[in-house]
């Protein structure tokens, strides 16, 4: 009860956040104004958008089968197209839910290993963060003088004071070594436990795993149909981006820097830890465009119009894809017991 009790209480705590970054966004806009711009859009651009969102999903599917290969399975593209969108939908729950949610659905389709998986999507978790510096750095080259202090403002500056406020918080770096020399030493213990008793306990095995799946991106049978689709898919979320902006007049003459830009601003609200980037998404892209002479109104417009694209495209697959693994987790349930018999 007290486990379910936390639960809630984090889902409304990053709810609050969400609401209260969307408040933020929307303070002194007006709203009937913003509404009647995203009512005026030109859908045909606005469906190009979404499409090649679709591109970008099933060739991140792929691409994780690429790093599920090394660890000995191979996965049915569908059930892992199927679970990736169960994990973007339980991310509009509770964000970093997906990651657990799609590891969880892909092992019960799959009978693949959790923990192999779960370290798979921390590859690609970690690879998606160095895409994404790599288009931050070449968005502040070729956009210096209109992104650098919006950068700074924004995002270097406010990240390196809650650092510097951390770092000398006596208490934040007694508590850091604390968790980190009970995290090692209790690591050593469970490995000398599992030496000293002959058979890997279950948190050595889970460990064992984790590794496993980790170490898949130096065993990639594939390697340069991993590094495609990593291409491939961070090209789409630019296209995505870069396509929106003929739906609307005021953003239809930005060119393809300010569409780099946007993936920048975009990704980084997206990663902010609340439900789908509600709220952080909307704040971080409405200010940036006003970079490029749009009003708030206009930038908030935008934000919103591809923002709720996502989430709709997201909810319908991800509730859509929910049902296909029931069935697909059924129907595998049935084969077995009729084996049993």
């Given at each position: 009860?007290?486990?379910?009790?936390?639960?809630?209480?984090?889902?409304?705590?990053?709810?609050?956040?969400?609401?209260?970054?969307?408040?933020?966004?929307?303070?002194?806009?007006?709203?009937?104004?913003?509404?009647?711009?995203?009512?005026?859009?030109?859908?045909?651009?606005?469906?190009a958008s979404v499409l090649v969102s679709l591109v970008a999903?099933?060739?991140?599917?792929?691409?994780w089968n690429l790093l599920i290969e090394p660890?000995?399975?191979?996965?049915?593209?569908?059930?892992?197209?199927?679970?990736?969108?169960?994990?973007?939908?339980?991310?509009?729950?509770?964000?970093?839910?997906?990651?657990?949610?799609?590891?969880?659905?892909?092992?019960?389709?799959e009978?693949?290993?959790?923990?192999?998986?779960?370290?798979?999507?921390?590859?690609?978790?970690?690879?998606d963060v160095?895409?994404?510096?790599?288009?931050?750095?070449?968005?502040?080259?070729?956009?210096?003088?209109?992104?650098?202090n919006f950068l700074e403002d924004s995002i270097i500056n406010p990240i390196t004071l809650k650092v510097n406020q951390s770092l000398q918080s006596v208490m934040f770096i007694s508590v850091a070594a604390i968790i980190l020399v009970a995290l090692t030493g209790t690591i050593f213990w469970f490995v000398k436990k599992s030496r000293q008793s002959g058979a890997e306990s279950k948190i050595m095995v889970m460990i064992k795993g984790l590794f496993d799946g980790l170490l898949s991106?130096?065993?990639?049978?594939?390697?340069?149909?991993?590094?495609?689709h990593t291409l491939l898919i961070w090209f789409m979320y630019f296209l995505m981006a870069y396509l929106a902006f003929f739906a609307m007049p005021v953003t239809s003459s930005l060119t393809w820097s300010a569409g780099l830009f946007i993936l920048v601003v975009g990704g980084l609200g997206m990663?902010?830890?609340?439900?789908?980037?509600?709220?952080?998404?909307?704040l971080l892209v409405s200010q940036g465009l006003t970079l490029y002479g749009l009003s708030r109104e206009d930038g908030l417009a935008f934000a919103t119009m591809l923002h709720t694209s996502q989430m709709l495209i997201?909810?319908?697959?991800?509730?859509?894809s929910f049902l296909l693994l029931f069935f697909v987790n059924k129907n595998s349930a049935n084969d077995v017991a009729g084996e049993n018999k």
């Open positions: 009860m007290n486990k379910y009790l936390l639960s809630v209480l984090k889902y409304i705590f990053l709810l609050a956040i969400a609401i209260g970054l969307l408040y933020l966004a929307f303070q002194g806009v007006d709203i009937g104004r913003t509404i009647h711009a995203i009512s005026q859009a030109n859908y045909f651009w606005l469906s999903f099933v060739s991140r599917a792929y691409r660890l000995g399975y191979n996965p049915k593209s569908t059930n892992t197209m199927y679970s990736l969108m169960v994990g973007y939908l339980a991310n509009l729950a509770v964000p970093r839910l997906g990651e657990v949610s799609r590891c969880g659905s892909l092992s019960k389709a009978k693949i290993p959790f923990n192999g998986l779960l370290g798979t999507v921390i590859v690609e978790r970690v690879i160095i895409c994404l510096l790599i288009c931050l750095l070449l968005t502040a080259f070729v956009e210096y003088d209109r992104v650098g991106i130096g065993q990639l049978k594939r390697p340069w149909a991993f590094i495609f990663s902010a830890p609340v439900q789908g980037g509600i709220g952080a998404y909307h997201v909810i319908v697959l991800g509730s859509v």
